[in-house]
């Protein structure tokens, strides 16, 4: 039985300048000082940029996780709030586009990748526009790789008609600079296995079980109802995974872990896993790490009014109006930055499909009582 599938495997490593390594994991990413990623001419990537935006110092973490599609997180550093990017490549023009709640507007990073390191080009947002000069700065961040594949596969082969299914999945991968201890650490938390040490191994199990799976269900499928378009599109299966970097400062790596699935039905499923890591304790944080006993009703407090100041909601308003839940829960879907804590809340944890998926800020200011 022919497969009809096509396999796409790119494997990006970031040009280094400088390759010492640093062989105690607990005092820093090792000697990343002068490394320079060449965005430009790089297949994928990943990389941390740093500049102005107006009077504002920015950070992002930028990376290219398949062919013309990029992916990342910025904050302005007086708040730490991270901010989700997603963004494509139109003859060398990046437009990165941010993750808000407002629809009538776009607010977009649009320009051009060097292979200096460096992001230059136009913001625009809240009616007004600024030139932004990002430049590479990974001095206390660790060095990371970014690997891709995609793959399809006929339903039934050997019917004309039969429906798609295509997989797609993209990791980052510690670099060589890293140091093994702080490596191994690092590609557990990514394959959620001490053993697997190989990215494009790792990447493929995955693929190929979506194809088995998708195969196997093929004993339930009827092909006379792929006659009917609409019918067989209900059998063109899709699976996307990504990761991404939120925040990436010694000791702290947070990691985005997406996935979407269609499987048939109306729409499909998908949501982002955080893991926040401390690098030089190698420990997955959690919220008992970061506050006192007896946090709970405080963070819910403070989560029940980010939500409301985000979506324009009076003091006076129930916010099961609008959600599944009378107040928020924290929960271990956290990210921690040097500034606050964010938790987010997968479709229908807390409210409709339709909401999406929502990830609410708070600074540590803010929570002074109930920090360890």
């Known amino acids: 039985m022919k497969r009809a599938s096509f396999l796409l495997l790119i494997f990006a490593a970031a040009l280094f300048s400088c390759h010492s390594r640093n062989g105690n994991g607990n005092t820093g990413p090792g000697d990343t000082t002068n490394v320079i990623v060449p965005l430009a001419s790089t297949p994928l990537f990943y990389t941390q ?129 890293v140091d093994s201890t702080t490596a191994n650490f690092i590609i557990q938390q990514v394959t959620g296995s001490t053993a697997l040490r190989n990215p494009q191994q790792y990447i493929r199990r995955g693929i190929d079980s979506f194809i088995m799976s998708y195969r196997v269900s093929a004993k339930d499928a009827d092909s006379s109802e792929f006659n009917d378009a609409s019918a067989a599109l209900s059998w063109n299966w899709t699976t996307d995974n990504d990761m991404k970097v939120v925040y990436n400062t010694w000791p702290l790596l947070v990691i985005e872990k997406y996935a979407y699935d269609f499987t048939g039905g109306a729409h499909g499923n998908w949501g982002a896993i955080y893991k926040t890591l401390d690098l030089s304790k190698k420990k997955v944080l959690t919220p008992d790490d970061i506050f006192k006993p007896g946090y709970k009703e405080t963070l819910s407090t403070l989560l029940d009014k980010a939500f409301k100041d985000r979506f324009h909601m009076s003091e006076d308003e129930a916010l099961d109006q609008n959600l599944l839940v009378k107040s928020i829960p924290p929960n271990n879907n956290f990210i921690v930055t040097n500034k606050g804590v964010a938790f987010s809340y997968v479709p229908y944890e807390i409210g409709p499909y339709a909401l999406g998926q929502v990830t609410l800020f708070i600074p540590f200011t803010a929570m002074k009582n109930i920090l360890r």
């Open 49 to 177: 940029l740093k500049g102005k935006l107006g009077d504002k110092e920015i950070t992002m973490q930028l990376l290219k996780t398949a062919p013309h599609l990029f992916r990342g997180y910025y904050c302005d550093d007086s708040t730490g709030r991270p901010v989700g990017l997603w963004g494509t490549l139109d003859s060398g023009l990046v437009n990165l586009y941010e993750e808000t709640n407002n629809s009538t507007e776009d607010r977009l990073f649009s320009g051009y990748l060097s292979d200096e390191g460096n992001f230059k080009g136009v913001w625009h947002g809240n009616g007004t526009s600024y030139h932004f000069n990002f430049h590479t700065d990974l001095k206390k961040a660790v060095p990371l790789q970014v690997y891709y594949q995609i793959d399809s596969a006929s339903l039934i082969p050997s019917f004309p008609k039969s429906p798609i299914g295509t997989v797609s999945s993209s990791i980052i991968w510690p670099d060589s600079l």
